[in-house]
């Protein structure tokens, strides 16, 4: 994949809204669902996006949340909006994560050279950063679509 091209689609998804990240049900790919939204003034529809991550051999997720925060946050009613939302805490129940500073591509690795050679195919590494995750991803190709509000990651299209 054109790392141009690449870096133009990762681009595109600043500042959005992170709904879903995983692995999809088959277990090869990786998928982030986007909600994207742009100023109301210029017309654009919001949508949600399907950021398809094809061939990721390598996904890590760590917290972006601070230490002192987590220890705030371990009550259940913060994974539900409606019982969370005046405690104390981060509430897990908004159901999505900021992305910003956003997705970049990472330079060519030891590890994205490792994987291009044994299998045959280039590989890449992004690192996507939210308010909540830090993801890095090592893939192979890039496919994004819109899909319908409500799209259920866990089931095979």
């Not at 990240?21 to 100023?39: K, L, P, S, W």
């Not at 949600?48 to 009613?77: G, I, K, M, N, Q």
């Not at 308010?131 to 409500?150: I, W």
Request: aromatic residues 12%; hydrophobic residues 40%; negative net charge.
């Amino acid at each position: 994949m054109d790392t141009a091209v690449l870096e133009q689609m990762l681009d595109e998804s600043f500042d959005h809204a992170v709904v879903h990240h995983g692995y999809t049900n088959y277990m090869r790919d990786y998928e982030v669902i986007v909600y994207a939204t742009a100023d109301p003034r210029t017309g654009i529809a919001p949508a949600h996006l399907r950021y398809l991550f094809r061939y990721c051999v390598d996904a890590r997720c760590v917290t972006s949340v601070p230490t002192e925060t987590w220890r705030v946050s371990l009550d259940d009613r913060l994974i539900d909006h409606e019982t969370g939302v005046d405690l104390n805490g981060y509430v897990w129940g908004v159901k999505w994560h900021g992305l910003y500073p956003g997705a970049k591509l990472l330079p060519e690795s030891e590890t994205t050279r490792r994987w291009s050679k044994a299998v045959g195919i280039d590989f890449h590494a992004v690192r996507m950063e939210t308010n909540a995750h830090d993801l890095t991803l090592v893939f192979s190709d890039l496919q994004v679509r819109e899909v319908q509000a409500g799209y259920a990651p866990f089931v095979a299209e």
